[in-house]
């Protein structure tokens, strides 16, 4: 989900002079973030769990 930094910048820039408390780019990313928000909290635990130990061992 890499995108070039200047884009990147921009975007960012237009969220402050916006004033969002949040932006998250790109779409795909955004979506990801949606659809994990619908999954149950218990779900959600155990994949972020998941998550953090294949972290840690990198």
Do not use: C, H, T, Y
């Not at 820039?13 to 998250?24: D, G, L, R, T």
């Not at 790109?26 to 909290?41: Q, Y």
């Amino acid at each position: 989900f890499l995108i070039p930094v200047g884009d990147a910048a921009q975007r960012i820039m237009a969220a402050i002079e916006q004033k969002k408390k949040q932006v998250v780019f790109p779409k795909r990313m955004k979506w990801l973030m949606a659809s994990l928000g619908l999954l149950p909290n218990i779900v959600l635990n155990k994949i972020m769990s998941r998550k953090a130990k294949w972290m840690k061992n990198d």
